[in-house]
């Protein structure tokens, strides 16, 4: 640990800055990472290894146990635990871990989606899992002590050994899909290893003594520790689901293939939601740290929703320029045509809707998180993943009939269940007040956002009639230059 290592502190914005900075330059890797995937490899292969590794990601979440998120929302307080705390956590999440593995091997989830790769596939996607699950308390820690600079370091040092790995079997003309597997995990465990070091090496000297309830009483001991985490674990075991569930229902109802220009199409749309993960992952500590200040949350709040507004039009519009002009360029046309049932452009087009409603929803879902009764947000995933499951039986399961109905059902679904989040998250976080007194902004959005992804879909002008949202733009500029201290 760095005893000399200065001190800062989490700022919302300054530590967004550099996580909607990095993930954005991490994904434009990613992206390219997905083009040569999809050029090097036959669509069934390609499917075989998104699903497997979507699979896994899902299945092994659970061991993160909500312990880094505890970190997070707690671990400002006393910055010199930290890299203890990141030790103790790894105690409580090795010992969790074995069980599941055992489960993976008995169940074999991935028969429950007619997915039937190569082992070695499995066995790579079931360990980047894991080792992406190792690397969430040391980043964590660092977004903690003010660093996450740093964190944003590792995210992008992670990608760009992928996205380089990919390049060099692509041009070497290899075709295995185990190679490609092999790589994404190698790119995984150094992105992890160095979010371990660079949080050791800043965080402040220790001073020999462990006060954990110093961060919070939940800390004095293990089970006290697992019960605070409890629902922070139950809802990370849900959560991705609420973003995968679609592509498995279209996976097990269609195959593979079809899967394939589902996930081409959430490609960007994913891309894009590292916005409101950054504005998350920065509003949490920060919102943890004045949870018992009604005032100061109050503010902070109000910057946040802000920001959301300023960032909507900038995602929406050039999200939507950036895909028109760029997939048919990148993807063979396979994926933009109806090979396979329907263009993965107009369903991004359809998930565009999604992603504003997942921005606009982020201050008061990370609210959530941050209260006093953690299981109100436990209680608030499981609502979203209820109607995220009931519309994609009634969307992807029961009313289509054939493969196109479906991936547009799957990517309707899919923007029906982020509104959904959106409202249940005002409900639940007690916001309908602040929400009427903004009400001329709210009904703006959501008018203009329908008809700029009216537009988007129908290739028709309609989507002029969105532009008035720019507007909101110099005041989410200035509540972010607000926090950039």
């Not at 083009?35 to 061991?63: C, K, N, P, Q, R």
């Not at 070497?172 to 979010?195: D, Y």
């Not at 109607?387 to 991936?407: H, V």
């Not at 537009?455 to 989410?476: A, E, K, Q």
Request: proline share 5%; charged share 10%.
């Amino acid at each position: 640990m760095g005893a000399s290592a200065s001190l800062r502190r989490p700022s919302s914005g300054r530590d967004a800055g550099w996580l909607v900075g990095a993930d954005l330059f991490a994904v434009a890797l990613a992206f390219i990472g997905q083009i040569v995937l999809t050029h090097a490899l036959l669509a069934e292969h390609y499917g075989w290894m998104v699903l497997a590794i979507d699979l896994f990601a899902s299945f092994f979440l659970i061991v993160d146990l909500g312990l880094p998120t505890l970190l997070a929302r707690d671990g400002g307080r006393v910055p010199e635990l930290v890299p203890t705390a990141i030790w103790r956590i790894y105690r409580l999440q090795l010992l969790v871990s074995a069980p599941f593995v055992i489960l993976a091997l008995l169940l074999r989830p991935a028969e429950w989606i007619n997915l039937n790769p190569p082992f070695l596939v499995m066995l790579f996607a079931g360990l980047i899992a894991l080792v992406h699950v190792a690397s969430y308390a040391p980043r964590s820690g660092l977004r903690v002590l003010g660093e996450a600079r740093m964190e944003a370091v590792t995210k992008v040092v992670e990608r760009l050994i992928t996205t380089l790995g990919y390049l060099a079997l692509y041009f070497i003309g290899t075709t295995s899909v185990v190679a490609f597997t092999f790589v994404f995990f190698v790119g995984a465990s150094i992105g992890w290893l160095l979010a371990l070091a660079l949080v050791m090496f800043r965080a402040p000297a220790s001073t020999g003594h462990e006060d954990w309830t110093s961060l919070d009483p939940s800390w004095a001991s293990n089970k006290s520790l697992l019960y605070a985490a409890l629902p922070f674990a139950i809802t990370l075991g849900v959560l991705p689901y609420v973003v995968r569930i679609e592509k498995f229902m279209v996976a097990g109802s269609q195959g593979s293939e079809v899967a394939a220009v589902f996930h081409v199409a959430q490609l960007a749309w994913l891309a894009g939601l590292v916005v409101p993960a950054a504005m998350r992952a920065a509003l949490l500590p920060v919102l943890g740290a004045s949870r018992g200040d009604a005032l100061k949350h109050h503010f902070e709040m109000g910057k946040a929703v802000d920001m959301s507004f300023g960032l909507l039009p900038i995602g929406l519009y050039g999200g939507a320029l950036i895909v028109a002009l760029l997939a048919p360029v990148a993807f063979p046309s396979e994926y933009l045509d109806t090979t396979y049932g329907a263009s993965a452009v107009n369903l991004f087009f359809v998930l565009l809707f999604g992603w504003a409603m997942t921005l606009m929803a982020t201050p008061t879902y990370t609210a959530l998180m941050a209260g006093e009764n953690s299981w109100k947000f436990t209680q608030f995933i499981a609502l979203v993943l209820a109607g995220a499951a009931f519309l994609g039986w009634l969307l992807i399961l029961t009313l289509p009939s054939n493969a196109t109905q479906r991936l547009y059902g799957a990517a309707l679904a899919s923007s029906l269940s982020a509104t959904i989040l959106l409202f249940i998250s005002w409900a639940m976080s007690g916001s309908f007040q602040h929400v009427r007194q903004r009400s001329d902004d709210w009904g703006l959005m959501m008018l203009c956002t329908t008809f700029a992804v009216v537009g988007f879909v129908t290739h028709t002008l309609w989507w002029v009639f969105g532009l008035p949202l720019f507007m909101f733009v110099p005041r989410g500029w200035k509540a972010m230059r607000s926090t950039l201290g």
